[in-house]
Protein backbone atom coordinates (compact mmCIF):
# COMPACT_ATOMS: atom_id res chain seq x y z
CA UNK A 1 0.00 0.00 0.00
CA UNK A 2 1.99 3.45 -1.12
CA UNK A 3 0.33 6.26 -0.02
CA UNK A 4 0.60 9.98 -0.60
CA UNK A 5 0.49 12.65 2.12
CA UNK A 6 -0.17 16.34 2.72
CA UNK A 7 -0.96 18.11 5.39
CA UNK A 8 -1.26 22.22 4.49
CA UNK A 9 -3.93 22.97 7.46
CA UNK A 10 -1.50 25.50 9.59
CA UNK A 11 2.03 27.04 8.45
CA UNK A 12 3.34 23.81 7.86
CA UNK A 13 2.78 22.45 4.30
CA UNK A 14 4.27 18.79 4.25
CA UNK A 15 3.99 15.96 1.62
CA UNK A 16 4.83 12.51 1.84
CA UNK A 17 5.46 9.07 0.19
CA UNK A 18 4.79 6.16 2.73
CA UNK A 19 4.53 2.51 1.66
CA UNK A 20 3.78 0.12 4.51
CA UNK A 21 5.76 0.84 7.01
CA UNK A 22 8.52 2.82 5.40
CA UNK A 23 9.23 6.26 4.68
CA UNK A 24 9.88 6.90 1.34
CA UNK A 25 10.36 10.85 1.15
CA UNK A 26 8.94 13.48 3.02
CA UNK A 27 9.20 17.61 2.78
CA UNK A 28 8.35 19.78 5.22
CA UNK A 29 8.28 23.53 5.09
CA UNK A 30 7.43 25.71 7.68
CA UNK A 31 7.93 29.12 6.59
CA UNK A 32 5.74 31.93 5.64
CA UNK A 33 5.37 31.44 1.42
CA UNK A 34 1.36 30.47 0.76
CA UNK A 35 0.60 27.08 0.46
CA UNK A 36 -0.68 27.48 -2.69
CA UNK A 37 2.76 28.48 -3.94
CA UNK A 38 4.62 25.75 -1.92
CA UNK A 39 2.76 22.72 -1.56
CA UNK A 40 2.62 21.09 -5.59
CA UNK A 41 6.28 22.27 -6.28
CA UNK A 42 7.11 20.10 -2.85
CA UNK A 43 5.28 17.12 -4.08
CA UNK A 44 6.89 17.49 -7.35
CA UNK A 45 10.39 17.29 -5.94
CA UNK A 46 9.54 14.34 -3.95
CA UNK A 47 8.07 12.67 -6.40
CA UNK A 48 11.23 13.48 -8.93
CA UNK A 49 13.94 12.13 -6.09
CA UNK A 50 12.44 9.34 -5.69
CA UNK A 51 11.72 8.73 -9.62
CA UNK A 52 7.55 8.07 -8.20
CA UNK A 53 5.20 7.02 -10.99
CA UNK A 54 1.93 8.52 -9.55
CA UNK A 55 0.19 6.01 -11.26
CA UNK A 56 1.32 3.53 -8.90
CA UNK A 57 -0.21 5.81 -5.57
CA UNK A 58 -2.89 3.83 -3.84
CA UNK A 59 -4.53 6.06 -1.88
CA UNK A 60 -4.03 10.30 -1.75
CA UNK A 61 -4.21 11.01 2.28
CA UNK A 62 -4.80 14.29 3.27
CA UNK A 63 -5.09 16.32 6.55
CA UNK A 64 -8.53 17.10 6.52
CA UNK A 65 -9.49 19.71 9.08
CA UNK A 66 -9.45 21.76 11.09
CA UNK A 67 -7.00 24.09 10.35
CA UNK A 68 -6.44 27.39 8.59
CA UNK A 69 -9.62 27.05 6.41
CA UNK A 70 -7.88 28.72 2.81
CA UNK A 71 -5.15 26.62 4.09
CA UNK A 72 -7.56 23.35 4.12
CA UNK A 73 -8.67 23.99 0.69
CA UNK A 74 -5.46 24.31 -0.37
CA UNK A 75 -5.08 20.56 0.47
CA UNK A 76 -7.91 19.45 -0.44
CA UNK A 77 -8.54 21.02 -3.84
CA UNK A 78 -4.99 20.15 -5.03
CA UNK A 79 -5.61 16.19 -3.30
CA UNK A 80 -9.20 16.18 -4.92
CA UNK A 81 -7.46 17.16 -8.28
CA UNK A 82 -4.78 14.26 -7.99
CA UNK A 83 -7.47 11.88 -7.37
CA UNK A 84 -9.23 12.94 -10.40
CA UNK A 85 -6.62 12.59 -12.54
CA UNK A 86 -5.48 9.77 -11.33
CA UNK A 87 -8.36 7.85 -10.03
CA UNK A 88 -7.90 7.15 -6.86
CA UNK A 89 -9.42 7.45 -3.77
CA UNK A 90 -9.03 10.24 -0.52
CA UNK A 91 -9.13 9.74 2.89
CA UNK A 92 -9.67 12.07 5.30
CA UNK A 93 -7.34 12.29 8.15
CA UNK A 94 -8.80 14.43 11.15
CA UNK A 95 -6.09 16.66 11.81
CA UNK A 96 -5.38 16.60 15.13
CA UNK A 97 -5.14 12.67 14.44
CA UNK A 98 -2.63 13.45 12.52
CA UNK A 99 -0.52 15.68 14.63
CA UNK A 100 -1.19 13.00 17.45
CA UNK A 101 0.40 10.25 15.28
CA UNK A 102 3.54 11.66 15.70
CA UNK A 103 3.80 10.07 18.68
CA UNK A 104 4.12 6.63 19.66
CA UNK A 105 5.19 3.95 22.32
CA UNK A 106 4.13 6.38 24.94
CA UNK A 107 2.66 3.38 27.28
CA UNK A 108 0.10 5.12 29.61
CA UNK A 109 0.27 8.76 28.25
CA UNK A 110 -1.82 10.74 26.25
CA UNK A 111 -1.21 13.08 23.16
CA UNK A 112 -3.01 16.26 23.48
CA UNK A 113 -2.08 18.49 19.97
CA UNK A 114 -3.30 21.88 20.34
CA UNK A 115 -3.46 23.89 17.32
CA UNK A 116 -4.42 27.96 17.42
CA UNK A 117 -7.83 28.70 16.74
CA UNK A 118 -7.90 32.35 17.57
CA UNK A 119 -10.93 34.11 19.39
CA UNK A 120 -9.45 32.38 22.15
CA UNK A 121 -9.77 28.80 21.74
CA UNK A 122 -7.56 25.92 20.48
CA UNK A 123 -8.57 22.92 18.41
CA UNK A 124 -7.64 20.00 20.02
CA UNK A 125 -8.38 16.30 21.09
CA UNK A 126 -6.87 13.68 23.32
CA UNK A 127 -5.48 10.80 21.72
CA UNK A 128 -3.78 7.77 23.71
CA UNK A 129 -2.03 4.09 22.16
CA UNK A 130 -3.85 0.65 23.16
CA UNK A 131 -1.29 -1.38 22.74
CA UNK A 132 -0.17 -0.60 19.28
CA UNK A 133 -4.02 0.41 18.21
CA UNK A 134 -4.46 4.12 18.08
CA UNK A 135 -6.90 5.52 20.34
CA UNK A 136 -9.67 8.48 19.58
CA UNK A 137 -10.15 9.34 23.30
CA UNK A 138 -11.79 13.15 22.92
CA UNK A 139 -12.43 13.13 19.45
CA UNK A 140 -10.70 16.99 17.57
CA UNK A 141 -13.43 19.33 18.74
CA UNK A 142 -13.23 23.49 18.76
CA UNK A 143 -12.58 24.93 22.68
CA UNK A 144 -11.18 27.52 24.94
CA UNK A 145 -7.74 26.47 26.21
CA UNK A 146 -8.70 25.91 29.85
CA UNK A 147 -11.89 23.87 29.16
CA UNK A 148 -8.83 20.65 27.37
CA UNK A 149 -6.35 21.10 30.17
CA UNK A 150 -9.69 20.29 32.62
CA UNK A 151 -10.46 17.51 30.38
CA UNK A 152 -6.52 16.32 30.50
CA UNK A 153 -6.17 17.10 34.35
CA UNK A 154 -9.59 14.86 35.21
CA UNK A 155 -8.48 12.35 33.19
CA UNK A 156 -5.60 12.06 35.29
CA UNK A 157 -2.67 10.39 32.82
CA UNK A 158 0.38 11.96 31.99
CA UNK A 159 0.00 14.20 28.81
CA UNK A 160 2.39 14.94 25.51
CA UNK A 161 1.51 18.01 24.00
CA UNK A 162 2.24 19.73 21.02
CA UNK A 163 0.80 21.62 18.50
CA UNK A 164 1.00 25.35 17.61
CA UNK A 165 -1.13 26.51 20.33
CA UNK A 166 1.89 25.25 22.77
CA UNK A 167 3.72 28.41 22.46
CA UNK A 168 0.62 30.71 22.63
CA UNK A 169 -1.43 29.19 25.50
CA UNK A 170 1.89 27.60 27.38
CA UNK A 171 1.82 29.72 30.34
CA UNK A 172 -1.75 28.84 30.87
CA UNK A 173 -1.14 25.42 30.49
CA UNK A 174 2.20 25.42 33.31
CA UNK A 175 -0.50 27.52 35.27
CA UNK A 176 -3.66 25.00 35.00
CA UNK A 177 -2.28 21.48 34.34
CA UNK A 178 -2.04 19.61 37.60
CA UNK A 179 -1.40 16.27 36.03
CA UNK A 180 2.12 15.49 34.76
CA UNK A 181 3.09 16.64 31.41
CA UNK A 182 5.53 17.45 28.43
CA UNK A 183 6.01 19.28 25.48
CA UNK A 184 7.32 17.24 22.23
CA UNK A 185 10.40 18.51 20.25
CA UNK A 186 10.69 20.44 17.16
CA UNK A 187 10.99 17.37 15.07
CA UNK A 188 7.73 15.84 16.44
CA UNK A 189 5.54 18.92 17.24
CA UNK A 190 4.28 20.27 13.85
CA UNK A 191 2.07 18.36 11.30
CA UNK A 192 4.33 16.70 9.36
CA UNK A 193 2.83 14.30 6.67
CA UNK A 194 4.94 11.41 7.13
CA UNK A 195 2.12 10.95 10.59
CA UNK A 196 -0.74 12.21 8.25
CA UNK A 197 0.32 8.78 6.14
CA UNK A 198 0.58 6.64 9.47
CA UNK A 199 -2.53 7.57 10.44
CA UNK A 200 -4.76 7.35 6.90
CA UNK A 201 -3.09 4.02 6.61
CA UNK A 202 -5.27 2.99 9.95
CA UNK A 203 -7.96 4.33 8.50
CA UNK A 204 -7.21 2.65 4.73
CA UNK A 205 -7.75 -0.68 6.67
CA UNK A 206 -11.10 0.49 8.61
CA UNK A 207 -12.30 0.64 5.43
CA UNK A 208 -13.10 4.89 5.80
CA UNK A 209 -12.06 5.68 1.79
CA UNK A 210 -13.90 8.35 -0.12
CA UNK A 211 -14.13 9.85 -3.67
CA UNK A 212 -12.11 12.40 -4.89
CA UNK A 213 -15.79 14.07 -5.62
CA UNK A 214 -17.34 13.43 -2.25
CA UNK A 215 -13.97 14.52 0.32
CA UNK A 216 -14.37 17.73 1.73
CA UNK A 217 -12.54 19.68 4.53
CA UNK A 218 -14.05 19.85 8.21
CA UNK A 219 -13.76 23.36 9.41
CA UNK A 220 -15.55 22.03 12.86
CA UNK A 221 -16.41 25.96 12.60
CA UNK A 222 -19.48 27.79 10.41
CA UNK A 223 -17.94 30.93 8.41
CA UNK A 224 -18.55 33.99 10.75
CA UNK A 225 -21.28 35.65 8.19
CA UNK A 226 -23.19 32.00 8.72
CA UNK A 227 -22.95 32.76 12.58
CA UNK A 228 -23.88 36.26 12.36
CA UNK A 229 -26.71 35.19 10.59
CA UNK A 230 -28.12 31.91 13.15
CA UNK A 231 -27.64 34.62 15.90
CA UNK A 232 -30.67 36.71 13.96
CA UNK A 233 -32.81 33.14 14.42
CA UNK A 234 -31.69 32.56 10.83
CA UNK A 235 -30.31 29.78 8.87
CA UNK A 236 -28.19 29.33 5.62
CA UNK A 237 -30.49 28.05 2.90
CA UNK A 238 -29.27 26.07 -0.40
CA UNK B 1 8.08 24.74 -18.54
CA UNK B 2 6.39 22.27 -16.92
CA UNK B 3 7.23 18.57 -17.92
CA UNK B 4 4.17 17.69 -19.96
CA UNK B 5 3.65 15.74 -23.38
CA UNK B 6 5.18 17.43 -25.93
CA UNK B 7 3.05 15.98 -28.28
CA UNK B 8 0.37 18.84 -27.82
CA UNK B 9 2.97 21.62 -27.31
CA UNK B 10 3.00 22.71 -30.60
CA UNK B 11 -0.37 21.79 -32.13
CA UNK B 12 -2.66 25.37 -33.26
CA UNK B 13 -5.75 23.73 -34.40
CA UNK B 14 -7.91 20.64 -32.42
CA UNK B 15 -6.41 22.31 -29.20
CA UNK B 16 -9.03 21.16 -26.45
CA UNK B 17 -8.79 23.42 -23.07
CA UNK B 18 -10.71 22.32 -20.08
CA UNK B 19 -11.28 25.41 -18.13
CA UNK B 20 -11.88 25.92 -14.69
CA UNK B 21 -13.22 29.44 -13.32
CA UNK B 22 -14.03 29.92 -9.57
CA UNK B 23 -13.01 33.89 -9.12
CA UNK B 24 -16.32 34.14 -7.12
CA UNK B 25 -19.56 32.71 -6.75
CA UNK B 26 -20.11 30.37 -9.49
CA UNK B 27 -18.01 27.00 -9.65
CA UNK B 28 -17.98 26.78 -13.65
CA UNK B 29 -15.79 24.22 -15.59
CA UNK B 30 -15.43 23.61 -19.76
CA UNK B 31 -14.08 22.10 -22.85
CA UNK B 32 -13.48 24.41 -25.78
CA UNK B 33 -12.07 23.41 -28.75
CA UNK B 34 -9.90 26.09 -30.50
CA UNK B 35 -11.03 28.97 -28.40
CA UNK B 36 -14.34 29.17 -30.51
CA UNK B 37 -16.05 25.91 -30.17
CA UNK B 38 -17.81 25.58 -26.38
CA UNK B 39 -18.02 21.55 -26.39
CA UNK B 40 -19.68 21.64 -23.06
CA UNK B 41 -20.16 24.86 -20.53
CA UNK B 42 -20.96 23.72 -16.88
CA UNK B 43 -21.89 26.38 -14.08
CA UNK B 44 -23.34 25.57 -10.81
CA UNK B 45 -24.34 29.12 -9.51
CA UNK B 46 -23.90 30.00 -5.77
CA UNK B 47 -26.11 32.99 -6.12
CA UNK B 48 -29.82 32.09 -3.86
CA UNK B 49 -26.84 30.75 -1.01
CA UNK B 50 -26.08 34.24 -1.13
CA UNK B 51 -28.80 36.03 -1.33
CA UNK B 52 -29.78 36.35 2.13
CA UNK B 53 -26.29 38.27 2.61
CA UNK B 54 -27.30 41.22 0.35
CA UNK B 55 -23.83 40.16 -1.83
CA UNK B 56 -21.28 37.10 -1.89
CA UNK B 57 -19.74 36.08 1.22
CA UNK B 58 -16.35 34.86 0.43
CA UNK B 59 -15.95 32.35 2.76
CA UNK B 60 -19.34 30.62 2.31
CA UNK B 61 -18.72 30.93 -1.67
CA UNK B 62 -15.17 29.32 -1.19
CA UNK B 63 -16.67 26.21 0.59
CA UNK B 64 -18.74 26.04 -2.02
CA UNK B 65 -16.29 25.72 -4.50
CA UNK B 66 -14.31 22.65 -3.10
CA UNK B 67 -17.79 20.90 -2.60
CA UNK B 68 -19.05 21.22 -6.13
CA UNK B 69 -15.73 21.76 -8.39
CA UNK B 70 -14.77 17.50 -9.00
CA UNK B 71 -18.98 17.58 -9.93
CA UNK B 72 -18.89 20.35 -12.39
CA UNK B 73 -15.67 19.39 -13.91
CA UNK B 74 -16.62 15.77 -14.38
CA UNK B 75 -20.11 17.06 -16.09
CA UNK B 76 -18.18 19.46 -18.53
CA UNK B 77 -16.00 16.04 -20.04
CA UNK B 78 -19.11 13.85 -20.00
CA UNK B 79 -21.05 16.71 -21.73
CA UNK B 80 -18.07 17.32 -24.15
CA UNK B 81 -17.56 13.80 -24.50
CA UNK B 82 -14.32 13.33 -23.98
CA UNK B 83 -11.81 11.87 -21.57
CA UNK B 84 -8.99 13.45 -19.57
CA UNK B 85 -6.65 11.91 -21.78
CA UNK B 86 -8.03 13.75 -24.84
CA UNK B 87 -7.68 17.48 -23.39
CA UNK B 88 -4.80 19.34 -24.46
CA UNK B 89 -4.12 21.73 -21.78
CA UNK B 90 -5.62 22.99 -17.98
CA UNK B 91 -6.99 26.50 -18.10
CA UNK B 92 -7.45 28.13 -14.88
CA UNK B 93 -8.98 31.63 -13.79
CA UNK B 94 -5.95 33.32 -11.11
CA UNK B 95 -7.19 36.31 -11.17
CA UNK B 96 -8.68 38.91 -10.26
CA UNK B 97 -11.59 37.26 -7.57
CA UNK B 98 -12.17 36.52 -4.28
CA UNK B 99 -8.80 35.09 -3.27
CA UNK B 100 -10.20 32.21 -1.42
CA UNK B 101 -12.37 31.28 -4.13
CA UNK B 102 -9.67 31.70 -6.81
CA UNK B 103 -7.44 29.13 -4.84
CA UNK B 104 -9.69 26.72 -5.32
CA UNK B 105 -9.90 26.83 -8.76
CA UNK B 106 -5.90 26.86 -8.85
CA UNK B 107 -5.50 24.25 -6.61
CA UNK B 108 -7.40 22.08 -8.30
CA UNK B 109 -6.57 23.19 -11.91
CA UNK B 110 -2.98 22.51 -10.77
CA UNK B 111 -2.92 18.98 -9.46
CA UNK B 112 -4.89 17.84 -12.49
CA UNK B 113 -2.29 19.01 -14.82
CA UNK B 114 0.66 17.70 -12.79
CA UNK B 115 -0.96 14.99 -12.36
CA UNK B 116 -2.09 14.11 -16.17
CA UNK B 117 0.85 16.06 -17.61
CA UNK B 118 -0.62 18.55 -19.19
CA UNK B 119 0.27 22.01 -19.79
CA UNK B 120 -1.19 24.68 -17.30
CA UNK B 121 -2.57 28.17 -18.70
CA UNK B 122 -3.14 30.83 -16.11
CA UNK B 123 -6.03 33.09 -17.16
CA UNK B 124 -6.89 36.43 -16.38
CA UNK B 125 -10.91 36.81 -15.20
CA UNK B 126 -11.45 39.96 -17.41
CA UNK B 127 -9.29 38.93 -20.73
CA UNK B 128 -11.63 35.78 -20.43
CA UNK B 129 -14.84 38.06 -20.24
CA UNK B 130 -13.85 39.55 -23.19
CA UNK B 131 -12.84 36.53 -25.04
CA UNK B 132 -16.58 35.49 -24.46
CA UNK B 133 -16.98 37.23 -28.01
CA UNK B 134 -14.47 34.99 -29.46
CA UNK B 135 -17.24 32.40 -28.83
CA UNK B 136 -19.96 34.21 -30.03
CA UNK B 137 -18.39 35.38 -32.87
CA UNK B 138 -16.20 33.13 -34.78
CA UNK B 139 -14.90 35.70 -36.99
CA UNK B 140 -14.04 38.42 -34.78
CA UNK B 141 -10.42 38.93 -34.21
CA UNK B 142 -8.55 41.75 -33.04
CA UNK B 143 -8.52 45.09 -33.29
CA UNK B 144 -11.46 45.84 -31.33
CA UNK B 145 -12.21 48.03 -28.44
CA UNK B 146 -14.46 46.17 -25.56
CA UNK B 147 -16.46 47.46 -23.12
CA UNK B 148 -16.04 45.45 -19.82
CA UNK B 149 -18.93 45.70 -17.21
CA UNK B 150 -19.52 43.93 -14.11
CA UNK B 151 -20.09 43.53 -10.73
CA UNK B 152 -16.40 44.10 -9.93
CA UNK B 153 -15.32 45.90 -12.72
CA UNK B 154 -16.06 48.62 -15.18
CA UNK B 155 -12.96 49.30 -18.02
CA UNK B 156 -12.70 49.96 -21.58
CA UNK B 157 -10.11 47.31 -23.11
CA UNK B 158 -8.37 47.79 -26.42
CA UNK B 159 -7.83 44.39 -27.64
CA UNK B 160 -4.72 45.06 -29.65
CA UNK B 161 -4.18 41.03 -30.76
CA UNK B 162 -4.68 37.81 -29.06
CA UNK B 163 -3.72 38.26 -25.53
CA UNK B 164 -2.86 41.79 -25.78
CA UNK B 165 -4.55 44.15 -23.91
CA UNK B 166 -4.78 47.96 -23.11
CA UNK B 167 -6.56 49.62 -20.48
CA UNK B 168 -8.12 53.16 -22.13
CA UNK B 169 -10.59 53.58 -18.87
CA UNK B 170 -11.15 52.51 -16.08
CA UNK B 171 -13.70 53.31 -12.90
CA UNK B 172 -12.71 55.82 -10.42
CA UNK B 173 -14.85 54.61 -7.72
CA UNK B 174 -17.79 51.96 -7.64
CA UNK B 175 -17.96 49.10 -10.97
CA UNK B 176 -20.50 49.72 -12.93
CA UNK B 177 -22.15 46.58 -11.35
CA UNK B 178 -21.77 47.79 -7.69
CA UNK B 179 -23.84 50.70 -8.31
CA UNK B 180 -26.77 48.46 -9.77
CA UNK B 181 -26.56 46.33 -6.66
CA UNK B 182 -26.20 49.46 -4.05
CA UNK B 183 -29.50 51.16 -6.01
CA UNK B 184 -31.23 47.59 -5.79
CA UNK B 185 -30.68 47.15 -2.33
CA UNK B 186 -31.78 50.91 -1.79
CA UNK B 187 -35.25 50.36 -3.74
CA UNK B 188 -35.40 47.02 -1.72
CA UNK B 189 -34.78 44.73 -4.90
CA UNK B 190 -32.25 42.65 -3.14
CA UNK B 191 -29.56 40.77 -4.84
CA UNK B 192 -27.85 40.20 -7.36
CA UNK B 193 -29.29 44.18 -8.78
CA UNK B 194 -28.39 44.18 -11.99
CA UNK B 195 -31.08 41.92 -13.40
CA UNK B 196 -33.73 43.14 -10.93
CA UNK B 197 -33.12 46.83 -11.72
CA UNK B 198 -33.06 45.63 -15.99
CA UNK B 199 -36.73 43.97 -14.99
CA UNK B 200 -37.77 46.90 -12.82
CA UNK B 201 -36.76 50.02 -15.69
CA UNK B 202 -39.11 48.25 -18.04
CA UNK B 203 -41.89 49.92 -16.12
CA UNK B 204 -40.35 52.90 -15.28
CA UNK B 205 -39.67 56.10 -17.75
CA UNK B 206 -35.69 56.90 -18.17
CA UNK B 207 -36.50 60.07 -17.76
CA UNK B 208 -38.54 60.70 -14.82
CA UNK B 209 -35.27 61.89 -12.76
CA UNK B 210 -32.35 63.61 -14.25
CA UNK B 211 -29.49 61.75 -12.34
CA UNK B 212 -26.20 63.13 -12.75
CA UNK B 213 -23.51 61.67 -15.78
CA UNK B 214 -20.24 61.90 -14.09
CA UNK B 215 -17.17 63.22 -16.30
CA UNK B 216 -13.52 63.09 -15.23
CA UNK B 217 -11.90 66.73 -16.32
CA UNK B 218 -8.39 65.22 -17.02
CA UNK B 219 -9.98 61.35 -18.17
CA UNK B 220 -12.86 61.41 -20.35
CA UNK B 221 -13.24 57.88 -20.75
CA UNK B 222 -12.49 56.93 -17.00
CA UNK B 223 -16.08 56.17 -15.21
CA UNK B 224 -17.27 56.99 -11.54
CA UNK B 225 -20.36 55.88 -10.59
CA UNK B 226 -20.59 56.31 -6.96
CA UNK B 227 -21.91 60.35 -7.70
CA UNK B 228 -24.60 58.76 -9.28
CA UNK B 229 -25.37 56.42 -6.50
CA UNK B 230 -25.67 58.82 -4.24
CA UNK B 231 -27.85 61.12 -5.58
CA UNK B 232 -30.13 58.11 -6.11
CA UNK B 233 -29.60 57.81 -2.19
CA UNK B 234 -30.47 61.60 -1.25
CA UNK B 235 -33.15 61.39 -3.89
CA UNK B 236 -34.90 58.67 -1.79
CA UNK B 237 -34.13 60.32 1.33
CA UNK B 238 -35.65 63.36 0.18
CA UNK B 239 -38.52 61.94 -0.98
CA UNK B 240 -39.02 60.03 2.19
CA UNK B 241 -38.47 63.59 4.28
CA UNK B 242 -41.27 64.82 1.98
CA UNK B 243 -43.67 61.86 2.51
CA UNK B 244 -43.73 61.48 -0.99
CA UNK B 245 -44.53 58.13 -2.74
CA UNK B 246 -41.25 57.08 -4.90
CA UNK B 247 -41.95 55.66 -8.02
CA UNK B 248 -39.70 52.73 -7.76
CA UNK B 249 -39.94 51.64 -11.61
CA UNK B 250 -38.89 55.47 -12.70
CA UNK B 251 -35.96 55.23 -9.75
CA UNK B 252 -34.58 52.09 -11.51
CA UNK B 253 -34.87 53.00 -15.23
CA UNK B 254 -33.43 56.79 -14.45
CA UNK B 255 -30.54 55.09 -13.07
CA UNK B 256 -30.21 53.00 -15.33
CA UNK B 257 -30.14 55.45 -18.05
CA UNK B 258 -27.85 57.40 -16.31
CA UNK B 259 -25.32 54.57 -16.38
CA UNK B 260 -26.07 53.27 -19.73
CA UNK B 261 -25.31 57.03 -21.53
CA UNK B 262 -22.19 57.34 -19.70
CA UNK B 263 -20.80 53.37 -20.68
CA UNK B 264 -22.05 53.99 -24.10
CA UNK B 265 -21.13 57.49 -24.46
CA UNK B 266 -17.51 56.67 -23.24
CA UNK B 267 -17.42 53.69 -25.59
CA UNK B 268 -18.12 55.57 -28.62
CA UNK B 269 -15.69 58.54 -28.21
CA UNK B 270 -12.80 56.31 -27.44
CA UNK B 271 -13.46 54.21 -30.25
CA UNK B 272 -14.09 57.44 -32.41
CA UNK B 273 -10.23 58.98 -31.52
CA UNK B 274 -8.60 55.39 -31.40
CA UNK B 275 -10.02 54.94 -35.24
CA UNK B 276 -11.58 51.61 -34.41
CA UNK B 277 -14.58 50.04 -35.99
CA UNK B 278 -15.25 47.08 -33.77
CA UNK B 279 -16.93 47.60 -30.77
CA UNK B 280 -17.86 44.48 -28.24
CA UNK B 281 -19.16 44.11 -24.71
CA UNK B 282 -18.32 41.68 -21.72
CA UNK B 283 -19.48 41.01 -18.57
CA UNK B 284 -22.21 40.54 -16.50
CA UNK B 285 -23.47 44.02 -17.18
CA UNK B 286 -23.04 43.06 -20.72
CA UNK B 287 -26.33 40.84 -20.43
CA UNK B 288 -28.19 44.89 -19.27
CA UNK B 289 -30.68 44.96 -22.19
CA UNK B 290 -30.96 48.79 -22.24
CA UNK B 291 -26.86 48.81 -22.56
CA UNK B 292 -27.17 46.14 -25.11
CA UNK B 293 -29.86 48.42 -27.18
CA UNK B 294 -28.70 51.64 -26.76
CA UNK B 295 -24.76 50.77 -27.71
CA UNK B 296 -25.84 48.92 -30.71
CA UNK B 297 -27.84 51.76 -32.14
CA UNK B 298 -24.94 53.99 -31.60
CA UNK B 299 -22.77 51.90 -32.67
CA UNK B 300 -25.06 51.92 -36.07
CA UNK B 301 -25.36 55.46 -36.39
CA UNK B 302 -21.43 55.90 -35.96
CA UNK B 303 -20.32 53.08 -38.69
CA UNK B 304 -19.47 50.75 -36.31
CA UNK B 305 -20.13 46.86 -35.48
CA UNK B 306 -21.29 45.72 -32.49
CA UNK B 307 -20.63 42.34 -30.87
CA UNK B 308 -22.19 41.39 -27.78
CA UNK B 309 -21.99 37.60 -26.26
CA UNK B 310 -25.32 35.70 -25.10
CA UNK B 311 -26.23 36.54 -21.94
CA UNK B 312 -24.73 32.92 -20.85
CA UNK B 313 -21.48 34.05 -21.78
CA UNK B 314 -21.47 37.36 -20.32
CA UNK B 315 -22.03 36.18 -16.50
CA UNK B 316 -19.15 34.38 -15.04
CA UNK B 317 -18.41 31.22 -17.03
CA UNK B 318 -15.44 28.81 -17.71
CA UNK B 319 -15.70 28.68 -21.82
CA UNK B 320 -14.63 32.40 -21.88
CA UNK B 321 -11.40 30.68 -19.59
CA UNK B 322 -11.26 28.18 -22.45
CA UNK B 323 -11.11 30.75 -25.33
CA UNK B 324 -8.45 33.30 -23.77
CA UNK B 325 -6.57 30.26 -22.46
CA UNK B 326 -6.57 28.92 -25.95
CA UNK B 327 -4.49 32.08 -27.46
CA UNK B 328 -2.27 32.40 -24.34
CA UNK B 329 -1.59 28.34 -24.86
CA UNK B 330 -0.86 28.75 -28.80
CA UNK B 331 1.66 31.66 -27.82
CA UNK B 332 3.61 29.21 -25.53
CA UNK B 333 2.24 30.45 -22.27
CA UNK B 334 2.94 27.97 -19.70
CA UNK B 335 2.61 28.64 -15.80
CA UNK B 336 4.35 26.37 -13.31
CA UNK B 337 3.58 24.77 -10.38
CA UNK B 338 3.94 27.70 -7.96
CA UNK B 339 0.81 29.24 -9.90
CA UNK B 340 -1.08 31.17 -7.15
CA UNK B 341 -4.21 33.38 -6.96
CA UNK B 342 -3.77 36.99 -7.49
CA UNK B 343 -6.87 38.48 -6.49
CA UNK B 344 -5.63 41.95 -7.76
CA UNK B 345 -4.45 40.72 -10.97
CA UNK B 346 -3.79 43.82 -13.67
CA UNK B 347 -5.10 43.53 -17.57
CA UNK B 348 -1.86 42.16 -19.62
CA UNK B 349 0.02 42.00 -16.93
CA UNK B 350 1.29 38.47 -17.78
Redesign the interface.
Known sequence: MRVLAMDSSGLVASVAIVEDDTLIAEYTVNYKKTHSQTLLPMLDEVVKMIGQDLSEIDVIAVAAGPGSFTGLRIGSATAKGLGFALDKPLVSVPTLEGLAANLYGIGDAVVCPMMDARRKQVYTGIYGYEGEEFQVILPQTACPVEEIIEKCNELGRKVILLGDGIPVYREMIEKRMTVEHCYAPAHLNRQRAGAVAKRAMDLIREGRTETAADHVPVYLRKSQAERELEAKGRKLEE | MNDTDMTTENKKTGIRLLAIETSCDETAAAVVEDGRHVLSNIIYTQI??HT??GGV?P??A??K???K???V??AALKEAGVT?DEIDGIAVTYGPGL??AL??????????A???HKPLIGVHHIEGHISANYIEYKDLEPPFLCLVASGGHSHLVLVKDYGVYEIIGRTRDDAAGEAFDKVARAIGLGYPGGPKVDKLAREGNPHAIEFPRAKIADAPDDFSFSGLKSAVLNYLNQCQMKGEIVNKADVAASFQQAVVDVLTDHTIQAADRLGIDKVAIAGGVASNSTLRGQLEKACLENGKTFYHPAPDLCTDNAAMIGAAGYYEFIKGVRD??????VPNLKIGSR
Open positions: KLVFVEISRHIEINLIELVGLVGVAEAKAIYAAGWDLNA
